[in-house]
Every structure is written in structure tokens, then in C-alpha cells.
């Protein structure tokens, strides 16, 4: 991992040494303000003085209100440039990333990670960090100045400052405790409103939307009492800190008051005092805050640097270049959690321009062929070949070339319905456009008043079930690839618009792909030239629906199990 991306660039740099002077500058006021009593309790000032004095407190606010205005600018375009550094890695990171790693379960983590840990980064850079270096900085001076006036009160507002150190230690041991787990709850929190908003519909039907979301609902609970906890952990010990601080600014003012008396502080020495009490007061709580808020959004680049560090995909170290797309599974063994073995040591042969289906009970690994197949999984033992060359030489971009996945969930960009198909061949012609969508029965497209150029909403809203899946067909038409995986490509469609899909399929099968589909549609799989049947993990059977029907076995149980439900 590169720390370089987590470091400020020079804008982000300039803008923290102008805030740090900024509030050098605003301690000056002090002096100034000293100066001014002097001259009054002396009683020969005049107005020349007086002018003196404003002009100096003019020149004061007017280079902290420019150096405060630049900083500010300044430092919100860096900390944006690192923003869109970390994100821009992230992105290539995820990209690099073995695709099992985007489970369900990890959205959660991904998105928050990009999103809200970037931003609570940024706060680092843009405002925490230099108010840190500012606050310390102006404490010291103001110290220094005060130990001036009376080394005794300059020795008491530096001693503010030390207990920082002991306030801090305890701090860090609540913020690595509740500020984790605060953490991970917003995880989870973010996962609940990613499905809660994804399956709205569903949700809306069974009238579990709104406050009778129980899973929403528990996520937002836990994120508010873990909120709460490390609120309740943190301020106890922030409170002490403060007692002691104002404790202090109380025992700077009876110090410097019996100077006074003793002749050894001026009247003008100790209005100064006393303002400069408790202002560092003032200064001592916004730096506590500050420390505290910064160690907390230390975790978001921990979070950051934990994605950074993740295992990559591994480079391929052969060649892999088919030049024929027949498939072969050789002795594959896969879980995706271990001791629950989806496939079981699994042989069997695909070959090149047929149609093969895969059949089995639910859970039998039918899916998780196709995952292998796409390399979103590695096998945990065994080999898998297409044209006799191993998945294991090369990564999951290049065999994804090769591959068009008609899936049952088909995912659409908010965009028009031409870059939707380009996503598959982004040379296409709008005319090879239009042509995939007319094999693919999209007779829809020609209907819309801007075509191809329709914007068809976020995850393609604004079609029907049976349209999205038509242009899921249409993509992998366009695409032009050697394999063909179709995963229950009808499912879930009323019967007109899976008449549809399944015309549109057929056409997909004329184009002499090899294609492996994994179907319930019992006449589809009756035309294939093979048939595997996937049992406890194993391949039960394979041949012809004919030879299988002879065999009277798991496939023909299935088969007349099939035309009962019909």
C-alpha cells in the first residue's frame, strides 16, 4: 500500500501554515490590548494613540481575515484532491479485488468506506489537523506572553496544556472501544438502507415499509446507542479535563490579583491576565474536542487502509488465448465458507457450440458453476479449462471477454439504453444496436419517442421485468462473445413477456455459441445437447433428455415432478 495517497498535497500544506499563522497573529490582539491599558491608566493618553492602536488592530483583523479567507479556500480544494485521490485508488483497488469478495454482506463495508470514511478523513485534513498545530501553537505563545506579565500564571496556562497529555491517553482507550464499534454499526446501518431502498417494493407489499422495518429499524437503534455509549464514555474524562483547566484560569487570576496588591503587576497586567485565562480556557476545550474528534477519524483511514491492503486478484503468469471455447471441469472443489462443501471434486465436459443445461434441486451449486466459470470464485481444489487452457493462468477480465451472462437479476445503469448495450461492445454502430435489439425482441425500443436514447432510470425503473431482461439479451448479442451462460433467464415473468425472452434466447442459441444455461423451462431443456444433473454437490447424471428419461433416475423424477405442477 502507498501511504502517499493519505498525504496532504501542497495546497493542503499552505492552507495549514496560513491557519497556524492566522492564529499566531490573533494572540497579538493581547499585546495590543496591553499596550492600550497602559496608556489609559497612566492618564497622559492621547488621540494620536488611540488611532495608533486601532490602526494596529485594523492591520491585525485585516491579515487574519485575508490569511483566513485564503487558508480556508485553500484547504477545502486540497483536502478535495485528496478526496478524490483516496477514492479514485479505492476505486482501482475494488477493481482489483477478487469479484467473490462483493458479497451482500460487504456492501455495507465497501460503500461506507468510499463514501463517509473518505469524508470523515477529509475533516482530518481540511479542519482538525490545523486547528491542532493552531490551538497548540497560540496556547504556547499566550504562555509565553503571560509568563511575561507573571511567570507564575505563564507557568499555570502551560500546565493546561501538559494535562492534555494524560486527558488524551484516556480518550484514545474509549475512541479505539466505542469509536470501532460506532464505526462498524454505520456499516451495518448502511447495508439496511442500501436493501431497505433496493427492495422498497417488496418491502411496500408485505407492508413492512416505514417503522414496521424491523431490520432498519434495529440498525439505527444500534448505531444511536452506540453513539450514545461512547458519548457517555468520552465525556466524563473531558469534563475533568476542563474542571482542572478552569481550575487553573481561577488560580491565574488570585495570582496575579496578589501581584497587584504586592506592587508586582500593574492594574493593566492584570485585566490582560485575566482575558488571557480565559481565553486559553476557551482555546484548551476547543483543542480537547479537536484531538479527540481527530483520533476518532483516525479509524476512517484505518478503515481506508485496511480496503488498500486487501488481497488483489492474482496477475496471470501464463498465456491464455483459446482458440476453441469447449469447457472442462476437472476434479473442482469449492465452499463458500469452510466445512460446507458446494462442489464435491466435479468432472464433466462442456463442448464447444452445443447447448448444455444444468439442472438440480436448489443449492446443488448450479450457480456456482457459472461463478467459477466467470472466475468470481477461485476453486478450492481442481482445474477449469476453456480450449484446454486454465482459468488459474490468467485473470477475470480477460475470461469475462469471452463470456456473455444473461442473468435473472439484470442490473441497468441510469443512462440511455444505448450505453447500457455499449457497456457489452462499446464500438457498436447504432445500427448493430438497433439490429441486436430486434433479435432480442426489444420491439419496445423502436416505440419509444427517442429510441435507443431513452434514459431508462435508475437500475432500468422505468421498464418492465420482461423489457430489462430483453435488453439483457440483447447486450449479450451485441457482445459477440464465444460463451454464453444463461442463469434462469425467465424466471419470475409473466407468461407473455417470457414468451418473449424465450424467443429472444433461441435467437441467441442460432449465432453457434457454446452456451450452458441453467433453466426450469422444461421444453428449453429438452432441445439441449446435454443435460447435467447436480446432486450433493456431484454430477448424478448427464446425457440427452432421451438417455436420461431411459435411465430413469434423478433427471426423470424431476421431469414428471415437473409436469405435475403444470
Known amino acids: 500500500m502507498n501511504d502517499k495517497v493519505f498525504r496532504p498535497g501542497k495546497r493542503l500544506k499552505f492552507a495549514i501554515t496560513g491557519v497556524v499563522l492566522e492564529g499566531l497573529i490573533s494572540g497579538c490582539n493581547f499585546m495590543v490590548l496591553f499596550k492600550v491599558l497602559e496608556l489609559i491608566f497612566g492618564e497622559n493618553i492621547s488621540f494620536e494613540d488611540i488611532k495608533r492602536a486601532t490602526l494596529i488592530l485594523g492591520i491585525i483583523f485585516a491579515l ?292 448444455t443445461a444444468i439442472v438440480g434441486e436448489s443449492g446443488s451449486g448450479k450457480s456456482t458453476i457459472f461463478n467459477l466459470l466467470s472466475k468470481y470464485y477461485e476453486p478450492d481444489a481442481g482445474n477449469i479449462l476453456i480450449g484446454g487452457e486454465r482459468l488459474s493462468e490468467t485473470n477475470a477480465e480477460r475470461v469475462l471477454k469471452d463470456i456473455s451472462l444473461v442473468d435473472q437479476d439484470v442490473f441497468l445503469f441510469n443512462d440511455t439504453i444505448k450505453n447500457n448495450l455499449l457497456f457489452a461492445a462499446p464500438d457498436s454502430t447504432d445500427e448493430e444496436i438497433y439490429d441486436a435489439c430486434r433479435k432480442a425482441h426489444c420491439d419496445f425500443v423502436e416505440r419509444m419517442s427517442e429510441g435507443i436514447d431513452t434514459v431508462v432510470g435508475e437500475n432500468g425503473n422505468k421498464l418492465s421485468g420482461g423489457e430489462r431482461q430483453r435488453l439483457s439479451v440483447a447486450r449479450a448479442i451485441l457482445r459477440k462473445s464465444s460463451i454464453v451462460l444463461l442463469d434462469e433467464a425467465t424466471s419470475s415473468l409473466d407468461i407473455e413477456n417470457e414468451l418473449l425472452v424465450k424467443k429472444a434466447v433461441l435467437n441467441l442459441l442460432k449465432a453457434g455459441k457454446t452456451v450452458v444455461m441453467i433453466a426450469h423451462t422444461l421444453p428449453i431443456i429438452q432441445s439441449a445437447d446435454q443435460i447435467l444433473v447436480l446432486s450433493d454437490g456431484k454430477i448424478a447424471e448427464s446425457g440427452t433428455h432421451a438417455e436420461l428419461m431411459g435411465k430413469n433416475g434423478k433427471y426423470a423424477a424431476m421431469w414428471q415432478a415437473s409436469l405435475q405442477v403444470k
Do not use: W
Open 64 to 355: 487574519r481575515l485575508v490569511l483566513y479567507a485564503v487558508s480556508y479556500t485553500e484547504s477545502q480544494i486540497g483536502g478535495a484532491d485528496v478526496s478524490k485521490g483516496l477514492r479514485v485508488t479505492l476505486g482501482d483497488k475494488l477493481r482489483r479485488i477478487p469479484l467473490g469478495a462483493f458479497t451482500k454482506q460487504r456492501v455495507g463495508y465497501y460503500i461506507n468506506a468510499a463514501t463517509s470514511e473518505v469524508g470523515d478523513f477529509e475533516q482530518i485534513l481540511t479542519h482538525k489537523l490545523a486547528d491542532i498545530i493552531k490551538y497548540c501553537t497560540l496556547v504556547v505563545l499566550l504562555s509565553g506572553y503571560a509568563a511575561y506579565l507573571n511567570i507564575y500564571v505563564g507557568l499555570i496556562m502551560f500546565a493546561s496544556l501538559v494535562m492534555l497529555i494524560p486527558a488524551m491517553k484516556l480518550s484514545v482507550r474509549q475512541v479505539k472501544k466505542f469509536g470501532t464499534a460506532k464505526n462498524l454499526a454505520r456499516e451495518e446501518n448502511v447495508s439496511a438502507i442500501t436493501e431497505y431502498l433496493t427492495g422498497s417494493q417488496t418491502l411496500r407489499s408485505y407492508g413492512l415499509a416505514g417503522e414496521k422495518n424491523t431490520a432498519l429499524r434495529s440498525s439505527m437503534k444500534l448505531f444511536s446507542n452506540i453513539s450514545y455509549e461512547y458519548e457517555r464514555a468520552v465525556l466524563p474524562i473531558g469534563f475533568a479535563f476542563m474542571f482542572l483547566v478552569y481550575l487553573g484560569a481561577a488560580a491565574s487570576i488570585c495570582v496575579s490579583a496578589d501581584a497587584m496588591i504586592r506592587g508586582a503587576l500593574s492594574a493593566p497586567g492584570l485585566i490582560v491576565i485575566v482575558m488571557l485565562s480565559l481565553f486559553s480556557c476557551k482555546v484548551d476545550a476547543t483543542l480537547y474536542i479537536s484531538m479527540v474528534a481527530y483520533r476518532n477519524l483516525l479509524i476512517s483511514k484505518g478503515k481506508i487502509a485496511g480496503i488498500l491492503r486487501e488481497d488483489e486478484e492474482k496477475e496471470a503468469s501464463g498465456k491464455y488465448a483459446p482458440e476453441r471455447f469447449d469447457i472442462s471441469f476437472r476434479d473442482v472443489s469449492f465452499a463458500y465458507e469452510k466445512g460446507q462443501t458446494v462442489l464435491d471434486h466435479v468432472n464433466f465436459d462442456i463442448p464447444e457450440n452445443k447447448i
